[in-house]
């Protein structure tokens, strides 16, 4: 081996544990990002699970707009509004109301028919936007999309959460729906 050769294998080495380098650095600062977002996917999908579990047994849509929706379905609690008994309690029929504002949502639980009072509780905080609810049968004149409430009764809810991006200036979207199971038991 030569010193010339030598010389350009030791060149082509830095070159190469340079770029490894920057590369292992990149990835390290793009860490705290990349697990932040995790994090937010991953609260909204259990958000979302929670609610679309409740309007599965869902019976009515009550009141619907963009940003709230009320709607009596079955829990399993001994009072609307109570604590969790243990699961060989029979569910009652509950009105529920998700509520959700620029920054968050929350959930409230009263008595069939009863659309004001209950106690809030903020189920998901860290959203971007309001409208997180949309409905089928809708105003929209395509049937197939998803859009504002309109006279005919909701049987199916959509829901997108929008959740900030550190990474980015958009927003990540997380959205899941559901029909309510119970609809045709209502009468």
Do not use: H
Request: proline share 6%; with cysteine; aromatic share 4%.
């Amino acid at each position: 081996m030569t010193l010339v050769e030598l010389l350009v294998a030791s060149a082509m080495s830095v070159i190469l544990v340079g770029a490894v380098g920057s590369m292992l650095i990149s990835a390290v600062r793009s860490q705290p990002q990349l697990s932040k977002k995790a994090q937010n996917v991953s609260s909204a999908r259990w958000v979302l699970e929670r609610l679309t579990r409740e309007i599965r047994n869902g019976i009515r849509v009550d009141q619907a707009t963009t940003s709230k929706v009320s709607f009596l379905t079955y829990v399993r609690r001994t009072s609307c509004g109570g604590s969790v008994p243990p699961s060989s309690s029979p569910a009652i029929k509950c009105e529920v109301t998700y509520e959700c504002t620029t920054t968050s949502c929350s959930r409230r639980e009263t008595n069939d028919g009863v659309l004001i009072g209950g106690t809030p509780t903020t189920i998901f905080s860290g959203i971007n936007s309001s409208s997180v609810f949309c409905y089928v049968p809708s105003t929209n004149p395509d049937p197939m999309v998803c859009g504002s409430a309109s006279a005919t009764p909701s049987t199916y809810i959509g829901v997108t959460l929008r959740i900030p991006n550190p990474s980015g200036p958009s927003s990540l979207s997380v959205s899941d729906g559901a029909s309510l199971r119970n609809a045709t038991l209502s009468n």
